[in-house]
């Protein structure tokens, strides 16, 4: 099958730091070249692929400090794309909702994998005009909020597995690890932090969009001797990090579309403690990948429940469930569904 798929540019494939769509986008475009699949990617040009690779701008867009307009970039590149639609058999899209009108016009099968929280009142009109264009989702949670459009299917993300091992012995701290927003509850892990005196590992990005959150609420948490900062590390580093960590804390306070960061630590064998908002209760077995808790007391109870947890069975869950390989299956079954449709 010849196959396209169109990553944001705002990181490489995968990113050279943070980033969770670029990364997933990379996993599978890597899985559907094993397969056998002709596929190009159109992405920054400091990506790394098997496949054909199309630049859309020289390097990723939040690493350039010369890029003013990020909007600009991803119009050129879905107007790259749509010129070239009649080279494939599929053109899969992961980047929101900018490509619709091209999409509506397009002779070539298009879909489009949703990524983000789709709970906000601006998206209703737009899903409402633009019904008819074939979605995925990331969870089954991240499509409550959305009735009446024309869902494909839903694909959980998925790990090469051997990215990362099993680290079979628990550490000695809490890890916390994604970037500082006022939905992450940053101030909720410190304070389980505190409350079970286990010390806080952060490996964090702070974005400038969240810079008034991070002045008023991150930084003087930061300032606890419970905490240490290592600021945003790569995929290279997170092996030692969620590996080493006695438990990996997601204290998110928001409808998470998913939680990548969630089956890596569960790759790792280390559980994941987490409040039960969007695909949280989707993702983990509660008592087999972590706990799922709705309280501080409640989270710094599992934190003592950690260091006796089966970290094999944790590792053997991912294993079942979350492989790339699967994830690539999954989105090739309804690629055939959509072209022979």
Request: hydrophobic share 45%; aromatic share 8%; charged share 20%.
């Amino acid at each position: 099958m010849r196959i396209a798929q169109v990553a944001p540019l705002n990181e490489a494939v995968p990113p050279k730091l943070y980033g969770g769509t670029e990364r997933v986008v990379s996993y599978l475009t890597e899985e559907l070249v094993a397969m056998g699949h002709d596929v190009t990617l159109f992405a920054s040009a400091d990506s790394c692929t098997g496949a054909r690779l199309v630049a859309g701008c020289p390097r990723a867009l939040r690493l350039d400090t010369g890029c003013t307009d990020r909007i600009v970039h991803h119009i050129l590149q879905i107007e790259a794309v749509m010129a070239a639609a009649a080279g494939f058999d599929i053109i899969q899209f992961h980047c929101d909702t900018l490509h619709f009108p091209f999409a509506r016009r397009s002779r070539v099968p298009v879909v489009t994998t949703l990524h983000g929280r789709q709970d906000l009142p601006d998206l209703q009109p737009l899903y409402r005009e633009y019904r008819e264009l074939p979605l995925i989702s990331i969870s089954d949670a991240q499509r409550a909020p959305l009735a009446g459009v024309n869902w494909l299917g839903t694909v959980h993300h998925g790990l090469p597995s051997a990215l990362y091992r099993l680290q079979p012995r628990p550490g000695d701290y809490l890890a916390f690890l994604g970037r500082f927003s006022a939905e992450k509850r940053f101030d909720r892990a410190v304070a389980i932090a505190r409350m079970t005196g286990v010390p806080l590992k952060v490996a964090a990005k702070a974005d400038p969009h969240d810079r008034e959150y991070f002045d008023a609420v991150v930084r003087p948490l930061l300032a606890d001797p419970l905490v240490e900062w290592l600021g945003e590390i790569g995929e290279a580093d997170k092996q030692d990090f969620l590996g080493g960590a006695l438990a990996h804390l997601f204290p998110v306070d928001w409808p998470e579309p998913f939680g990548l960061v969630m089956i890596e630590a569960m790759a790792c064998g280390t559980p994941t403690i987490a409040w039960p908002c969007g695909s949280v209760t989707e993702v983990l077995e509660s008592g087999v990948t972590g706990f799922i808790v709705t309280s501080v007391a409640a989270a710094a109870a599992a934190v003592a429940a950690c260091a006796r947890f089966d970290r094999a069975g944790c590792r053997a869950a991912f294993e079942r469930r979350f492989l790339a390989e699967r994830m690539a299956a999954d989105y090739h079954s309804l690629y055939r569904r959509l072209v022979q449709s």
